[in-house]
């Protein structure tokens, strides 16, 4: 049902039936260490590049998505994916094997908001039963598209974020049961994302590129369904870090709508930036992906957290845009998550 | 409704309301001139970057398109849209003053397969009065992305596809009327493509890596629908070339379909291959999108054509896949569009 000006609410909500996640061996230092399916002490995840690295991961957790809700895959009939390389090669060849009809999709670190979103209309307009939404990064392959060679050894301000080495998954459905194994969860409505662009063009900055978008959808989701923020148990944004987290408050404090209380954000939750040298906090579509299906649903699955907004955090540039002198405008794409 | 393993058929069509198509110089020159909406003999577009030029043609499209139609952005609920820039940086830029709520895809040269399949489903759940699909390329982002600089002269091989300079868009909207302007077409249904690999390595024959795709999505929708090719008027490739399609005949020859009375392919059309030195053809997912907008929905709105199986074709891969060693795998979305 169309809601507002951006979004939708599901007349029958479909559920996360299971969900899983994969770290590299940072990420499970972290603390969240306990929550992750599986920890990779090699990052390289067996293989000799760290793009096949990020796609081996991939298809790790897929795997371990259908062994824990007993599902083939042709039990799945679209998968919803994509990653942070050029021409999403690490979701290409991460998830041939698997042979699901896919729709590859781009919102840099938004895209598992984009990927639930699109899974749950999906399932919800009765076009499938079963729908698989991932997004992944790896912090060498990320570095090497986007930022300098490891060997190199460049110092990152304090602003910079670290991309989480990270995938995360998650299986939607119709039935509120498959294979006498419970639901975990419901998506019970949306809300889409603009291109917000204000002019930043500081790639080692990206919570500032990417505040604004998530200020701007998050104002329209309480606008749209007529919440107040304290709606939500947590209002949970994808990788904004420290001070992307200061700048969206802020942006929303202007508006009068005070987060501060129930704001939470994935990039901070996922390293001990004190001990860890990760500076502003985690990034990445993974980031987020991976947080949701290693904490964020666990805390929904036991009732402790009852609803959720979730808002992954995209920062839109390649190297090409940012060296032609561009700004880094953001997206994000919010997602209502309740407890069965 | 879910038909077979891979399609699904729409209870309720939605309607491709208007279209619109922008091009370059080379394909203002080619076999269909005449049926574009614009073209610009500058591939320039007035700006100083490549990328920029072919931002600024989504927008120049967009623009056509909401005039022809009558609508404002506002009255638009949501964009697909995709082009082959790594991180889709051509879209950013190029869609991010319409201020429309946007999902990026990315299907290589499939991406207006993948829109329009995204679009129709939007539409026909009733979660939106109208969107956009839109894709692009740009000849000069595509090979500085893919091959070599230009200034460095190589040579192509006869395999080699010329990257189209290119834009099409389309409104699908729930009503065959909007401001007095009636419905041109309707899309009936859709199969979903899954990436298909057959090993193949060499990057200057996209048409040979994209074949097994192409011939596994149409004969699947033969399947699901249970149709003969003859309920075509045309099946339609993406970017296939001379020496694709004559692989993907051959593919079907093999398992008893014949589509060699009804095959066309985007990228032969678009050129005169013996006087334009365009070697097996056009490419990019502006090839497959601007034909769709400059000359395939001419044929339908006149019931020249009354049905059609339009099959953009998908080579996944980037310079990082390429020079690993991977292959080339494809993917391909088939999307049936029908006169009123």
Chains 1, 2 share one sequence.
């Not at 992750?36 to 090699?42: A, G, H, I, L, Q």
């Not at 390289?44 to 298809?59: R, V």
């Not at 990270?166 to 639901?183: M, Q, R, T, W």
């Not at 699955?301 to 955090?313: A, G, H, Q, S, Y």
Request: glycine share 10%; with cysteine.
């Amino acid at each position: 049902m169309i809601i507002g000006e951006q979004s939708l609410k599901f007349e029958k909500s479909p559920y996360i039936m299971e969900y899983a996640s994969v770290c590299g061996h940072k990420e499970g230092e972290g603390p969240l260490k306990n929550e992750f399916d599986s920890v990779y002490t090699d990052d390289m995840f067996g293989c000799n590049t760290w793009e096949k690295a990020e796609s081996a991961m991939q298809k790790i957790t897929v795997n371990i998505l259908l062994r824990k809700s007993c599902l083939k895959p042709a039990d799945v009939r679209y998968i919803f994916a994509g990653d942070l390389m050029g021409q999403l090669i690490a979701s290409t060849f991460g998830l041939l094997d698997f042979g699901i009809p896919l729709f590859g999709l781009y919102g840099a670190c938004s895209t598992m908001g984009e990927a639930l979103s699109l899974g749950a209309m999906t399932v919800a307009a009765g076009y499938a039963d079963r729908i698989v939404s991932l997004a992944s990064s790896h912090f060498a392959s990320a570095e090497k598209t986007f930022r300098f060679p490891l060997e190199y050894g460049n110092q990152r301000p304090y602003s910079a974020t670290w991309t989480v080495t990270g995938c995360g998954a998650v299986i939607l459905g119709k039935n509120d049961e498959i294979n006498k194994i419970k639901a975990k969860a419901k998506i019970t409505g949306i809300t889409t994302g603009k291109i917000v662009d204000y002019g930043v063009k500081d790639a080692m900055n990206m919570g500032a590129c990417m505040a604004p978008a998530a200020a701007d959808v998050i104002k329209k989701n309480l606008e749209d369904f007529n919440y107040n923020p304290g709606e939500y148990d947590k209002i949970i944004t994808g990788d904004l870090g420290y001070i992307g987290q200061t700048i969206l408050i802020d942006l929303l404090k202007a508006v009068n709508i005070d987060i501060s209380k129930n704001h939470m954000d994935c990039g901070i939750e996922i390293f001990d930036s004190q001990t860890q040298d990760t500076h502003a906090g985690g990034s990445g579509c993974g980031c987020s992906a991976s947080v949701l299906c290693g904490h964020i649903l666990n805390k929904i699955k036991t009732n402790e957290w009852k609803k959720v907004l979730f808002v992954p955090t995209g920062a839109l540039l390649s190297t090409i845009s940012f060296n032609e002198g561009q700004s880094v405008p953001g997206i994000a794409h919010a997602v209502i998550i309740e407890s069965k």
